[in-house]
């Protein structure tokens, strides 16, 4: 059974910093690709950005681009979301997900139905 546990949630003012992490047991990240989504109070769950598993291809959300950088460590098997320039819009739940396919769309990776196993979730909020 592949476990996705994310961390480095908190409380941030606006224009600050947070980085989210996310480990998935049983796989290996160069065999899955990685997303991060997010849901906001009342809105459905929106992809932020992934990377692939053999290349290593980013795709980004264009309301994060430039402000939100997707990695991984291989060695540790644990993928990063620097988050930088926070905005209040940014206040959400974010998820962690792995899939068993190697994106090379970004319409593709940036499909919440691609990714067979989450997280529980990691709460980001923005203060103005």
């Known amino acids: 059974q592949v476990q996705v546990v994310e961390s480095g949630g908190g409380l941030v003012q606006a224009g600050g910093s947070l980085r989210l992490s996310c480990v998935a047991s049983?796989?290996?990240?160069?065999?899955?690709?990685m997303g991060w989504f997010r849901q906001a109070p009342g809105k459905e769950r929106e992809f932020v950005a992934a990377?692939?598993?053999?290349?290593?291809?980013?795709f980004y959300a264009d309301s994060v681009k430039g402000r939100f950088t997707i990695s991984r460590d291989i060695a540790r098997n644990t993928v990063y979301l620097q988050m930088n320039s926070l905005e209040p819009e940014d206040t959400a739940v974010y998820y962690c997900g792995a899939g068993d396919f190697e994106a090379i769309l970004s319409f593709v990776a940036s499909t919440y139905s691609r990714y067979t196993y989450w997280g529980q979730g990691t709460q980001v909020t923005v203060s103005s």
């Open positions: 049983e796989r290996t990240l160069t065999s899955v690709t």
């Open positions: 990377i692939s598993g053999r290349s290593g291809r980013l």
